[in-house]
C-alpha cells in the first residue's frame, strides 16, 4: 500500500522567508502526486499536481514543487511567503492504475508572521 | 455554483445516537469519496463509490456505513458501533481534470459527541 510521509509537523516563517515542506511518498509503482492546502475555516484546496512529463510543477499563488523519482519525494516550495498564506498543507498520492484512492500525509501547518 | 456541498456543518450527536452526514455534488463527478480529518493524522479514508450503487470501504469502515442511490448524493452514517465518532468529515468527489482524475473537496461537517 502506499503510504505519505510530511516530516515538518509545524513551520514558523517570516514573511518574505523562502518555503521548503517536504514530502516522501512509498509505492513501487507510477504515481500521480497531490499538495493541498487547508486555510483557516476553507475548503481543502488543489495547489498544484503531477502526473507525467515536467518534474518541476507550478501551481496557483506562486508555489511549485518538484518530483524526484529517484527520491521518492515532491516537496513543495516558495520562494517569498505571505501572511495569507498561513494555512495546513497535505501531500498525497495515488496510483496511475487501479483504484483512484488518495494517501494523505498528516499534514504541514505553516504560520507566517508578518 | 458547481461544488461540494456538506451539511450540516456542525452536529451534535449523543452517545449511542446514529447520525447522518449529507454530501451532493453538481459537478458530475462518477466517484465518490468520505475522509476523516483528525488534528495531526492527516485524512484517512472511511469509504468510496466509483459509480452508483457500488461503493467500498476503505481504510476505516468500521462504524460507518455508506449509501449511493443517486449520482450527486453520497450520503455517510455514522453508527453506534464507531468507538470514537468526534472528527471533522469530508465528502470529495472525482473528476478527470489537467490530465488526472483529481479530487475536489466539500466544506466538511464537524461532528461532536456528546
Known amino acids: 500500500a502506499q503510504s505519505v510521509s510530511q516530516h515538518n509537523h509545524h513551520v514558523i516563517l517570516s514573511e518574505a522567508a523562502s518555503l521548503e515542506l517536504g514530502c516522501n511518498y512509498s509505492?513501487?509503482?507510477?504515481?500521480?502526486l497531490f499538495w493541498y492546502v487547508q486555510y483557516p475555516g476553507q475548503h481543502l484546496q488543489l495547489l498544484l499536481k503531477?502526473?507525467?512529463?515536467?518534474?518541476l510543477v507550478k501551481g496557483i499563488k506562486g508555489f511549485e514543487a518538484e518530483f524526484i523519482k529517484s527520491k521518492f519525494s515532491f516537496n513543495l516550495r516558495k520562494p517569498s511567503v505571505q501572511w495569507s498564506d498561513t494555512a495546513e498543507y497535505f501531500c498525497?498520492?495515488?496510483?496511475?492504475?487501479?483504484?483512484?484512492?488518495?494517501?494523505f500525509g498528516t499534514g504541514t501547518r505553516l504560520t507566517v508572521i508578518p | 455554483d458547481g461544488g461540494i456541498t456538506q451539511s450540516p456543518k456542525y452536529l451534535f450527536r449523543k452517545e449511542g445516537q446514529n447520525v447522518t452526514l449529507s454530501c451532493e455534488q453538481n459537478l458530475n463527478h462518477d466517484a465518490m469519496y468520505w475522509y476523516r480529518q483528525d488534528p495531526g493524522q492527516g485524512l484517512r479514508l472511511i469509504y468510496y463509490s466509483q459509480i452508483v450503487n457500488d461503493f467500498q470501504k476503505g481504510d476505516i469502515a468500521e462504524g460507518y456505513s455508506v449509501s449511493r442511490e443517486k449520482k450527486e448524493s453520497f450520503p455517510l452514517t455514522v453508527t453506534s458501533a464507531q468507538k470514537n465518532p468526534t472528527a471533522f468529515y469530508l465528502c470529495a468527489s472525482s473528476g478527470y481534470t489537467w490530465g488526472t482524475d483529481t479530487q475536489y473537496f466539500g466544506p466538511g461537517t464537524r461532528l461532536t459527541v456528546l
Open positions: 498525497a498520492v495515488n496510483a496511475q492504475t487501479g483504484a483512484n484512492n488518495l494517501f
Open positions: 503531477y502526473f507525467s512529463g515536467d518534474p
Open positions: 509505492y513501487g509503482g507510477t504515481v500521480n
